[in-house]
């Protein structure tokens, strides 16, 4: 599985940017696509992820702000942010995780810079 993330920048705070990852190779096997992130001196943290079935997940930090999308057609999720802080700047990276054999494998995209000032 390949990742290809899209979107981030510059954003001041209150402002909303999008991100998107379209997922190529054996796509069919994806449980769950989302987003981690990892802030200065911080560890990754998931952000947001949905399932198969479009159950989602995110982080307490981000409920009500952010909201993540999957186009099963298109193999691509789509993060939404809205009413961005400055907490929230990090290198978000892109994740598609697949069980194979009771065994979690993950795979990551390149990441991606999303700042926002003060």
């Known amino acids: 599985v390949q990742l290809q993330a899209s979107g981030g920048g510059l954003v001041q705070a209150g402002g909303f940017l999008g991100l998107s990852c379209a997922a190529s190779?054996?796509?069919?096997?994806?449980?769950?696509m989302g987003w981690y992130r990892q802030g200065p001196g911080k560890q990754r943290e998931l952000v947001a992820r949905?399932?198969?079935?479009?159950?989602?997940n995110y982080a307490d930090s981000v409920k009500g702000r952010f909201n993540i999308s999957r186009e099963n057609g298109k193999n691509t999720v789509y993060l939404q942010m809205n009413s961005l802080k400055p907490e929230d700047t990090a290198i978000y990276y892109c994740?598609?995780?697949?069980?194979?054999?009771?065994?979690?494998?993950?795979?990551w995209g390149q990441g991606t810079l999303v700042t926002v000032s003060s």
């Open positions: 949905v399932g198969i079935f479009g159950t989602t």
């Open positions: 190779g054996s796509t069919f096997s994806i449980n769950y």
């Open positions: 994740n598609a995780r697949i069980l194979r054999s009771s065994r979690w494998s993950d795979y």
